[in-house]
T-cell receptor, first 113, second 113 residues
Framework: AQKITQTQPGMFVQEKEAVTLDCTYD???????LFWYKQPSSGEMIFLIY??????QNATEGRYSLNFQKARKSANLVISASQLGDSAMYFC??????????FGSGTRLSIRP | DAGVTQSPTHLIKTRGQQVTLRCSPK?????VSWYQQALGQGPQFIFQ???????QRGNFPDRFSGHQFPNYSSELNVNALLLGDSALYLC????????????FGEGSRLTVL
């Protein structure tokens, strides 16, 4: 069975510090994709970053980077120099080769000024 | 270039009624998927459409049905509404042959009384 696990229900981080949000996954598919989304209180799901299972390098998008460790089946999101506007729910998701998309339970990130 | 658009943004129904939610995908995208997000939880995959047919389905009863039109837009229908159907319904679109793209609309918030 395919599964996404986010073990941190909530995190508090000081502004300007870096933060790592954990995500582990379970799949037997050789080909899959991993996504991170930010969901502010408005509800919109904002795409942050994507990593394909065959990508050799870790994905980066501005202040976001994905620490992809395939053997450990982890895909942690790193946010550098956190800002107050980063306060939101963050979801890790996986697109399987069967084209089903599953989400983790999310991590609520709160940035302290 | 418009992103994924959903309508209506909010609606209130009573138990037993039926509801139709609508989604227009991002330009160039041919695949639409629907998700149910209950308060405080991650999105749950309902189903995915491409080439006007349901291709993958999550663990949802037959009361949940959908449709995709030739212009790739999609509808989600829920019959015989239950109180537990109250949730944010999210639509996402992607191009099946392009990895790394899965964009969401702002969602339709359904309240069942």
């Amino acid at each position: 069975a395919q599964k996404i696990t986010q073990t941190q229900p909530g995190m508090f981080v000081q502004e300007k510090e870096a933060v790592t949000l954990d995500c582990t996954y379970d799949t037997s598919d050789p080909s899959y994709g991993l996504f991170w989304y930010k969901q502010p209180s408005s509800g919109e799901m904002i795409f942050l970053i994507y990593q394909g299972s065959y990508d050799q390098q870790n994905a980066t998008e501005g202040r976001y980077s994905l620490n992809f460790q395939k053997a450990r089946k982890s895909a942690n999101l790193v946010i550098s120099a956190s800002q107050l506007g980063d306060s939101a729910m963050y979801f890790c998701a996986m697109l399987s080769s069967a084209s089903k998309i599953i989400f983790g339970s999310g991590t609520r990130l709160s940035i302290r000024p | 270039d418009a992103g994924v658009t959903q309508s209506p943004t909010h609606l209130i129904k009573t138990r037993g009624q039926q509801v139709t939610l609508r989604c227009s995908p991002k330009s160039g995208h041919d695949t639409v998927s629907w998700y149910q997000q209950a308060l405080g939880q991650g999105p749950q995959f309902i189903f995915q459409y491409y080439e006007e047919e349901e291709r993958q389905r999550g663990n949802f009863p037959d009361r949940f049905s959908g449709h995709q039109f030739p212009n790739y837009s999609s509808e989600l229908n829920v019959n015989a509404l239950l109180l537990g159907d109250s949730a944010l319904y999210l639509c996402a679109s992607r191009d099946r042959v392009v990895a790394g793209e899965l964009f969401f609309g702002e969602g339709s918030r359904l309240t069942v009384l």
